[in-house]
């Protein structure tokens, strides 16, 4: 796995967004891997640190993980989110190395962590005691409440809170720059002793480690208004008129609710304006379909990546349909239930089965 990662992420919040939620989408891109499929898993507490348990600095209580993986069949993955609403997100990597690598640590702090303030220090302890002095990454972590951007070069790192509003991140280089609220103690020192800051003025974390981002950051289209009406489907736009064909591997969207149930879409196919949402949502015994696996033999395609490759052109709108009832339906679920129930066990289960039915 050399080629790296890229997440073209968006960011909403109040006062766009309905108070206490937070939306973040993110186009998975990589021009090299667009015919290579993106699992997407669910792990119960028993599995979601098996294995690498030992690496975590904490004793911790392990959670359950829903997790989209870039490469089928690797331990950790690109994005995800557990069941106390914390989500993680690549935005920029480049050669994945180590050990440790970027996809188990995200993996690893989904698994261990009860909100995103959680999440920040246990992917900086893992950084602090496993980071490759070569690798350099971007993350996105958020909860209901709070969004952090991290920026990792080797064992260094900075932290910015977004605090309000809609953010569009650079997906070419480190997200961090100027004006960052945390960094490691030795940030100042490590650089200077590199020549690479002269111990005045602000440090710019991104250009101190040659990663400067040039990637646009305005909104792709009319910049959403602040007045709380920014919702799932405006996202699920967003994404589809930021996308290329050449290079969009997947789609998702978390929505992190602070006093309702979080709901979290996943496309599992590439070019996602041809591409529908499907939900899941942690419900007491939440099933997947095993479309959206590779076979357990090997290979690089999902049986639901493979019939979307081979759909016909009418099936778009039927789809678009499928998706417009499901967001209904769920949206109505949600706003009438407190807490989930049974009755989701199977709902990605069931809309990745429907929507099957019309590659057929």
Not at 249 to 270: C, D, E, M, Q, Y
Request: charged fraction near 25%; glycine fraction near 6%; charge should be negative.
């Amino acid at each position: 796995m050399s080629d790296g990662t890229q997440g073209n992420c968006f960011v909403a919040m109040p006062p766009n967004t309905a108070a206490d939620t937070v939306i973040i989408g993110r186009n998975s891109e990589n021009e090299k891997l667009v015919g290579v499929a993106q699992e997407v898993a669910y792990y119960e507490p028993n599995e979601s640190l098996e294995g690498k348990k030992h690496l975590l600095v904490s004793d911790c209580t392990p959670l359950r993980v829903v997790l989209q993986k870039p490469i089928p069949g690797i331990w950790g993955g690109d994005c995800g989110s557990n069941e106390r609403s914390v989500s993680i997100a690549i935005t920029w990597a480049n050669e994945i190395k180590g050990d440790v690598s970027v996809y188990d640590v995200i993996r690893l702090a989904l698994g261990s962590s009860e909100t995103a303030d959680d999440a920040f220090d246990c992917i900086l302890e893992l950084v602090t005691r496993y980071g490759d002095d070569d690798a350099k990454f971007s993350l996105i972590v958020g909860d209901p409440t709070k969004v952090w951007i991290i920026s990792c070069a080797g064992k260094n790192w900075a932290g910015q809170q977004i605090m309000k509003g809609v953010h569009h991140l650079p997906n070419d280089g480190l997200a961090v720059t100027k004006n960052f609220d945390k960094s490691n103690e030795d940030l100042g020192e490590t650089l200077r002793k590199k020549a690479r800051w002269d111990g005045e003025g602000e440090i710019d974390f991104a250009a101190a480690f040659d990663c400067s981002p040039t990637a646009s950051t305005e909104w792709v289209d009319d910049k959403p208004p602040d007045d709380g009406s920014f919702k799932l489907t405006n996202m699920f736009e967003t994404l589809r008129s930021a996308a290329k064909e050449e290079t969009s591997r997947s789609a998702t969207v978390f929505v992190l609710s602070k006093n309702g149930i979080s709901s979290h879409w996943f496309t599992a196919t590439p070019n996602t304006s041809e591409s529908v949402f499907k939900p899941f949502v942690f419900a007491p015994k939440p099933k997947i379909s095993p479309l959206t696996k590779a076979p357990p033999e090997g290979g690089e395609i999902t049986l639901l990546h493979k019939l979307h490759g081979q759909r016909k052109v009418t099936a778009l709108e039927h789809l678009k349909a499928l998706e417009a009832a499901c967001v209904e339906e769920v949206s109505a679920y949600l706003a009438e239930h407190p807490t989930v129930n049974e009755e989701l066990d199977e709902l990605m289960k069931d809309c990745v089965e429907a929507e099957v039915k019309f590659y057929r």
